[in-house]
């Protein structure tokens, strides 16, 4: 008997075969111990075929931003209205996860759909080069796959090039893009790319799953009301409740649970989230295992398009990742090129933010040395703006220097002192909860994760500390010694993205983060001791 491929490796060479560490409607799943039995009906059409999948569950993630307003006329985080509501100026973006088991089945088909994806890229080398987001693309420098910060340097080594004669950027920007995925587009492209006139019933079953998707709110599940103005957490006692009955790790007992907790109404099963005009469902989740592959899928013959236009016909540069698209041309290609290219997207029936399509044109300035730089300029209807950065991938190109995105960097300092008043919070609920409890903010952890870390380092050694019981009743300080694989922080990228770029300023952006963080430690620190 041959073995199945599946069965004859290790789960860690099977890329969907992944543990997932979230509560969802289904316990986790146990991928070392039950791998024969997960893959055995994973793999199997004829279970998939008829399979039932269980609802997403639906969250939101909110990012700060600063930018402009018009209803005060200039750059803020948030504002209010004339009738004074304060306004979040918040970036939002929708998730939906699976439960374990259905997440197993997307990242399988999504394997399959990647590795027939990657079969067509084979045949056009150029084709290949221009699509650059959700693959593993090889380093030829380096060992390992090429990063964001490959990808802006190859765009800005190409500017630099091209700017000998002027170039112009052109920057575009897929309004929506996940939540305007027509269905019918979609699944033409994936009965195309498996070579069938229609899709086969199991992949068929994965598509609905995929298009035509119930879900429940994350918040939903949550305690009600809020403390401080903050939503509550989650049933802890129910939580633990089930885990130490039936030793599972979810947020209902069994199945049976769920679905009474629908018949009796006190969960809301939602579909169908994103509509056109026409009232028509559309669109696809974002953060399931299968969505990457097919937002390139869907875009896959407008890529073509783009590439034989711009590359083959008028020797301009294209790259596309995800949703943003850049275009470098000559000055005279412009208006030909920006047409072809909204024609282009408008064909797969999604729209460019035209408030997000920008124009930089770059050319060579002379010094007063007598030598020459790169300057950026970006070209607006009633104004031309001199050393405007094109902003691409987190880095601003200014055409002599490559900087951090400033927004970037916020979000980075943001989420250190947030990082500090949640340790410093935990550290005084365990007070409260216990009064021979000391005071411990484990300042190690967070200089680990907010710290210089060095690039040529794969193994850290740590010397885990943590608290314990005496016989007495007090506490001491226990110390576990242990080598761990490094994991790279922001520090390291940023380390990393300067030797890459070779641009030394990215390093002196971040040159005050040790002093910030200690800041934030002692002035979190200060606080407590008030109190």
């Known amino acids: 008997m041959i073995a199945r491929p599946y069965f004859t490796k290790k789960p860690v060479d099977i890329p969907w075969l992944k543990n997932r560490g979230y509560l969802h409607i289904t316990p986790q799943l146990d991928i070392i111990s039950d791998r024969h039995k997960i893959i055995g009906k994973v793999t199997n059409k004829t279970f998939i075929s008829s399979y039932a999948f269980f609802p997403l569950i639906h969250s939101v993630i909110k990012e700060r931003r600063f930018k402009k307003i018009p209803e005060i006329s200039r750059r803020a985080h948030s504002y209010r209205t004339l009738d004074g509501i304060i306004k979040r100026n918040d970036k939002v973006r929708p998730l939906h996860y699976a439960s374990h088991f259905d997440s197993l089945i997307y990242g399988y088909y999504a394997d399959i759909l990647q590795q027939l994806y990657e079969k067509v890229l084979e045949e056009d080398e150029e084709l290949s080069r221009c699509i650059i987001a959700y693959r593993k693309i090889r380093s030829e420098q380096q060992n390992g796959n090429k990063s964001t910060i490959h990808f802006a340097g190859e765009v800005f080594n190409t500017i630099r090039e091209r700017a000998i004669d002027s170039c112009v950027v052109l920057m575009f920007d897929i309004k929506s893009y996940f939540s305007s995925i027509d269905h019918d587009l979609l699944k033409k492209s994936w009965t195309e790319l498996v070579c069938e006139t229609r899709l086969p019933p199991d992949h068929y079953n994965v598509f609905k799953a995929t298009t035509q ?45 769920f679905r009474h907790k629908i018949k009796s109404k006190e969960l809301r099963i939602h579909r169908f989230p994103f509509r056109n005009k026409h009232n028509v469902p559309i669109g696809i989740p974002q953060g399931l295992p299968i969505s990457a592959t097919l937002a390139n899928l869907y875009l896959l013959d407008f890529d073509k398009k783009i590439k034989q236009k711009v590359v083959a016909e008028s020797a301009g540069f294209y790259r596309r990742y995800s ?209």
């Open 213 to 257: 998707f119930s879900y429940i709110l994350l918040d939903d599940l949550r305690l009600k009301g809020s403390i401080n103005g903050r939503r509550r957490g989650f049933d802890e006692r129910r939580l633990s409740q089930i885990r130490n009955q039936n030793g599972i790790f979810s947020f209902f007992d069994s199945a049976k649970e």
């Open 323 to 531: 949703d943003d698209i850049i275009v470098i041309c000559k000055p005279g290609q412009v208006a030909e090129i920006e047409k072809f290219v909204m024609d282009a997207i408008n064909e797969r029936k999604v729209q460019i933010s035209v408030e997000k399509t920008d124009r930089y044109m770059f050319r060579y300035m002379p010094n007063n040395d007598g030598s020459r730089h790169v300057v950026s300029i970006k070209m607006e209807e009633t104004k031309s703006s001199f050393n405007y950065p094109l902003s691409y991938l987190g880095f601003e190109f200014y055409g002599d220097k490559i900087l951090v995105k400033s927004a970037n960097l916020s979000r980075f300092y943001r989420r250190m002192i947030f990082s500090v008043k949640r340790k410093v919070r935990r550290a005084r609920s365990k007070m409260e909860n216990d009064p021979n409890m000391p005071f411990i903010l484990y300042r190690s952890q967070l200089k680990r994760l907010y710290s210089n870390v060095s690039l040529k380092k794969t193994k850290i050694h740590r010397h885990k500390k943590f608290l314990t019981k005496t016989e007495l009743g007090s506490h001491k300080i226990k110390v576990k010694k242990s080598d761990k694989s490094l994991r790279s922080n922001y520090i390291a990228y940023i380390k990393k993205a300067s030797h890459l770029l070779n641009e030394p300023r990215l390093i002196k952006q971040v040159s005050g983060h040790q002093r910030v963080l200690n800041q934030a430690i002692q002035k979190q620190s200060r606080i407590e001791n008030r109190n």
